[in-house]
C-alpha cells in the first residue's frame, strides 16, 4: 500500500521567495496533518484538515504560511515569503479519524532558506 | 497542560544490550492515547505502537516491548538484544484533548526525543 507521499523531498530556496510543500495523503484517511520539525522545537504540528477542511491552525507561525487541501488526495503548504527561520523539515501526516488509529507519516520535506 | 517528556536526550549502547528509553507525560485527561515512533537517519516517522489509557497490560513485539504504568504516568520502551539497525531519534507522544469542533482527530504532543545509538 502507498504510505503519504510528499514532494520535494529536499528544496533550496532564497529568502524572499514562494516555496510550496506538497502531500498525498493515504487513500481513504480523512486527516491531514502538517508538521515542523526544527533541533530547537522538535516537532510542531502546524495545522490540520478533516474532509478537506481546516479544523485548527492555530500553530501556523504566521501569516506567511498557509494551507490548502482541495481534494482528499492532496494538500500543499505555502510559505511567501520565505525567510531563513522557516529553515526545517516538514512532515505530512494523514490518519482515518476514529479516535484510535495513528498517524502515519510522509518522508518529509527539508527545506532550506538561503 | 499536557506534556511529553523524554529525559533521555542521547544513548549509546553496544549491540546485544537491552535498553530502556523512558516516557514520562502529563495530562489531565481520563482518555487520551501514548504513542512511539521511530525515525531513523533517513528521517521518515515510523509509527511503532499505540497504547490507551485503560489499557496497562504491557505489550511485546519482538525485540521491543512496551511498559505503561498510569500510577507513575510513564510509557517506557524496551529494545532486547539491540541491534545496529535499532539506531534512530525515538519519540513519545501523547494524544491532546479533541477540540468541541471536532471529536475524531487526534492531535499529538511529542516528546523532544531519545536518540538512541547502537555500536557494533
Known amino acids: 500500500d502507498a504510505g503519504v507521499i510528499q514532494s520535494p523531498r529536499h528544496e533550496v530556496t532564497e529568502m524572499g521567495q514562494e516555496v510550496t510543500l506538497r502531500c498525498k495523503p493515504i487513500s481513504g484517511h480523512d486527516y491531514l496533518f502538517w508538521y515542523r520539525q526544527t533541533m530547537m522545537r522538535g516537532l510542531e504540528l502546524l495545522i490540520y484538515?478533516?474532509?478537506?477542511?481546516?479544523?485548527?491552525d492555530s500553530g501556523m507561525p504566521e501569516d506567511r504560511f498557509s494551507a490548502k487541501m482541495p481534494n482528499a488526495s492532496f494538500s500543499t503548504l505555502k510559505i511567501q515569503p520565505s525567510e531563513p527561520r522557516d529553515s526545517a523539515v516538514y512532515f505530512c501526516?494523514?490518519?482515518?479519524?476514529?479516535?484510535?488509529?495513528?498517524?502515519?507519516f510522509g518522508d518529509g520535506t527539508r527545506l532550506s532558506i538561503l | 497542560a499536557q506534556k511529553v517528556t523524554q529525559a533521555q536526550t542521547e544513548i549509546s549502547v553496544v549491540e546485544k544490550e537491552d535498553v530502556t528509553l523512558d516516557c514520562v507525560y502529563e495530562t489531565r485527561d481520563t482518555t487520551y492515547y501514548l504513542f512511539w515512533y521511530k525515525q531513523p537517519p533517513s528521517g521518515e516517522l515510523v509509527f511503532l505502537i499505540r497504547r490507551n489509557s485503560f489499557d496497562e497490560q504491557n505489550e511485546i513485539s519482538g525485540r521491543y516491548s512496551w511498559n505503561f504504568q498510569k500510577s507513575t504516568s510513564s510509557f517506557n520502551f524496551t529494545i532486547t538484544a539491540s541491534q545496529v539497525v535499532d539506531s534512530a531519534v525515538y519519540f513519545c507522544a501523547l494524544s491532546q484533548p479533541k477540540s468541541l469542533a471536532d471529536q475524531g482527530a487526534q492531535k499529538l504532543v511529542f516528546g523532544q526525543g531519545t536518540r538512541l545509538t547502537i555500536n557494533p
Open positions: 484538515f478533516n474532509n478537506n477542511v481546516p479544523i485548527d
Open positions: 501526516a494523514s490518519s482515518f479519524g476514529t479516535v484510535n488509529q495513528p498517524q502515519h
